[in-house]
Structure formats: structure tokens, C-alpha cells
């Protein structure tokens, strides 16, 4: 049967990315954050994912103001890397899992999310910061699924439907044919705020109240606007609602297995586990 | 998006160009006729010309946008934070140094790796 083996919640940031590439890993500012991701990497790696869907957010590095879907669902065999301004960085393209992923889209549709597909998604920093410290080794580990939300153009979805999106969505892996152990990753946030005299404010008691909500009350999460949750942990701290979709779509019995905090510079950082508890 | 001031989805087409290599190169040669290839307005191409970050971002144009814009010219999204605040960019690491320390009692953190 398959079944989600791991929900992992992350940030994802170009300083992330930075900061990976200049080899910074190991200064006293950055070492607590990636210390932190190597911890992930090895726990993710005892679940034994066979693929991982990945709900994040684009950047107006895919999408643009044309058209912007709401929620969009890649299919396809393989993404390559987006080049945001600093040039592409030196990863090879992703593998996908298009069985898996018309397998999601269909069945996400017959239950009334009208997600949008696409055959050729470019990676931002919002898939590409995370996943090299989670799921590279030599080359990248498990193919994917990528599953984007807008936070970018306004009207945005509400959280009680990225919510609904992370539900439909345990139920659509639950029914793919055969045995695959599948891990499902939200990335994002948690505060910040990227404009205005308040730029660089981060609001670390939101950001602790929000993992303790999505831990023990995360239906909780879905009476919140996306202006409530610019209000707590900044303009920018939106994109949790990917962290939400990724809760919803676990089992309500998952156990939060992994939880680690940092704020610094001009985020705070956040990393938490999940575990079904049906999953071996 | 805000549209009865500035041209922001003109403004945002030429920021999303910027992906291109060929483009940011146009742009660090000649920003002034780089500008000039889209229908942005004088007050598009006063706004970029600074460029003044915090009223491309009041006028409706995305910081993920601007972020190409700064990549482009070299300037640090620290730069760019430090000129939204209205301080330096030194002022503005300070503020950052004593926010770390202020909030780093209520970090959740692994042992170190070695």
C-alpha cells in the first residue's frame, strides 16, 4: 500500500542557497542552521522515501504575470534549474515522478481542487535552497513531485484551502497503485519581512507559537487569513501555508519527531518532522 | 497590482527579463537604454534609475522582482534593506547583529556536528 512515510517542514531562502554555495556551511553564524538541515537529511533518510512531493512557492522566477495559478502541480520527467539573477546553480536537473504526479493531479481534481499542470517548471530558491541539505547525495536522492502555491499575486488562496489542498492530497497518495513509501515537504517561512522600516524584523514568538500550533492544534491553523499571518510573522511569512498543506496532508496522528528553531539575519528558520504514526 | 500611478506590470516584465543572462548584461552596460526597450513612463524609468527600492515596492512591483534587479547591479539585499529602513547599510547590520542576540535565547537547536 502506499503510503506518506514523513511530512518535513522547511525554510527556504536565496540566503540559504548563498550561503551553501560560498562554502559558508560551516561559519559560526550559518553552522546552527545547517547543523540543523544535516539532523533533517539523516531523518528523512531512516523514513526511506521512495518520492517526495514538494509544495513550496515560486518567485516570478516560473510564473509570471500572465497567468498565475493558484496551485499548479508539475507532471513531468524532469525540471531543470531556474536562473533567479545570479545564473543557475551547478545542480543537475531534478528527477520527477510524472506517474505519480497525473496519478496526484487527477485524483486531486476529481475531488474538487482545480490545480493547474505544468510539463516544464523551472526550480527557484523556494524547491532549490532546501533540497540539496534533505535529499543530495552525489545526486539527488528521490524523484519528485513538485506542488506550488501562490503567495506572490494577489488575490491569494485562503489557508482553510491550501489546507483543503494538503488534505486532498494524503488522501490522492494513499490511493496510488503498488508500494511507494512517499515523504511530503513543505517549504517556507517562517517570518520575515522583506519591505518597509520594519525590513529584516523577525518575530520569533510567533514563529515558535505557529510549530506548537501546527504540532498539536493544526486545524486551528485554517481560521487564519493570509493578513493575519502577515501581521504575526510578517509580509513575507505567508508562505507557512505550505507548511500547512504538508501538515494537512499526514494522518492526524502524526507525531512531530523533529523540531529545531533559528532565527537569525533577516529570518527566522524553522525545520520540524512529522511521523505517522502508521508508517514503519 | 497598483496601475493608475506606474506601469508595474512593465516594470515587473522588464525585472522577470532579467533571468536572462543577455539582459543582465544590457542592463549593467547601458541601464538607461535597457530601460528604455519597455513602456514604463518616465516615472517607471525615474523609479529604476535610483533605483529607489521602497517606491517600486509602494508602487505595487514584487521584491522577488527587485531581487533580479539587485543581483544585476551587485547591490545585497542587505543594500536594499538598509536603503527601505532609511538607514546604511552599516546601521542597518547593527540592527541585525543585536537582533540575533536579542533572539537568540529562543532558538531549538541540534548539538553541533562536527
Known amino acids: 500500500m502506499t503510503m506518506i512515510v514523513a511530512g518535513l517542514g522547511c525554510s527556504h531562502a536565496p540566503s540559504i542557497a548563498h550561503a551553501y554555495d560560498a562554502g559558508a556551511t560551516r561559519e559560526p553564524g550559518w553552522k546552527p542552521l545547517f547543523d540543523a538541515f544535516a539532523r533533517a537529511r539523516r531523518w528523512l533518510g531512516e523514513r526511506r522515501p521512495d518520492a517526495l512531493v514538494v509544495i513550496y512557492n515560486d518567485h516570478v522566477d516560473n510564473f509570471f504575470f500572465d497567468t498565475w495559478p493558484a ?7 524532469e ?7 545570479w545564473g543557475p546553480r551547478r545542480f543537475a536537473p531534478v ?18 481542487i482545480d490545480l493547474a499542470t505544468s510539463r516544464r517548471m523551472e526550480l527557484d530558491h523556494g524547491f532549490l535552497s532546501p533540497m540539496p541539505l534533505i535529499d543530495f547525495e552525489q545526486g539527488w536522492r528521490a524523484p519528485v513531485v513538485p506542488l506550488t502555491i501562490n503567495v506572490v499575486l ?15 492530497l494524503g488522501a490522492a497518495v494513499a490511493s496510488y497503485p503498488g508500494d511507494l513509501r512517499v515523504a511530503v515537504i513543505g517549504t517556507g517561512g517562517l517570518s520575515h519581512q522583506l519591505a518597509g522600516p520594519d525590513f529584516g524584523k523577525v518575530f520569533p514568538r510567533w514563529d515558535l507559537e505557529f510549530m506548537e500550533l501546527l504540532e498539536r492544534a493544526p486545524q486551528s491553523l485554517k481560521d487564519y487569513t493570509m493578513a493575519d499571518f502577515a501581521r504575526r510573522g510578517g509580509e513575507h511569512s505567508i508562505e507557512v501555508v505550505q507548511w500547512m498543506a504538508m501538515r494537512a496532508a ?17 529570518m527566522g528558520y524553522g525545520i520540524a518532522g512529522f511521523r505517522p504514526a502508521q508508517a514503519d | 497590482m497598483n496601475q493608475h500611478a506606474v506601469n508595474v506590470y512593465e516594470i515587473s516584465r522588464l525585472l522577470y527579463d532579467l533571468r536572462q543572462p543577455a539582459n543582465r548584461e544590457a542592463c549593467r552596460a547601458n541601464p538607461q537604454a535597457f530601460y528604455r526597450r519597455y513602456a514604463i513612463g518616465e516615472d517607471g524609468l525615474r523609479l529604476l534609475a535610483g533605483p529607489d527600492w521602497q517606491e517600486l515596492v509602494d508602487a505595487g512591483v514584487s521584491i522577488y522582482l527587485l531581487t533580479k534587479l539587485a543581483a544585476t547591479l551587485g547591490v545585497s539585499l542587505i543594500e536594499v ?22 533572539n537568540r535565547a529562543l532558538a531549538v537547536l541540534p548539538e553541533e556536528e562536527t
Open chain 1, 71 to 77: 496551485f499548479a502541480m508539475g507532471v513531468a520527467g
Open chain 1, 79 to 85: 525540471y531543470q534549474i531556474a536562473d533567479e539573477g
Open chain 1, 95 to 112: 528527477p520527477g515522478h510524472p506517474a505519480l504526479a497525473r496519478h496526484l493531479a487527477a485524483r486531486l481534481l476529481e475531488s474538487g
Open chain 1, 154 to 168: 494577489e488575490p491569494l488562496p485562503t489557508p482553510a484551502r491550501c489546507w483543503a489542498l494538503g488534505e486532498a
Open chain 1, 250 to 266: 499526514l494522518p492526524a496522528d502524526s507525531r512531530m519527531e523533529l523540531k529545531y528553531y533559528y532565527p537569525f539575519g533577516l
Open chain 2, 81 to 102: 534593506g538598509a536603503a527601505m529602513r532609511g538607514m546604511s547599510k552599516e546601521q542597518f547590520e547593527r540592527f541585525l547583529g543585536e537582533q540575533n542576540r536579542r
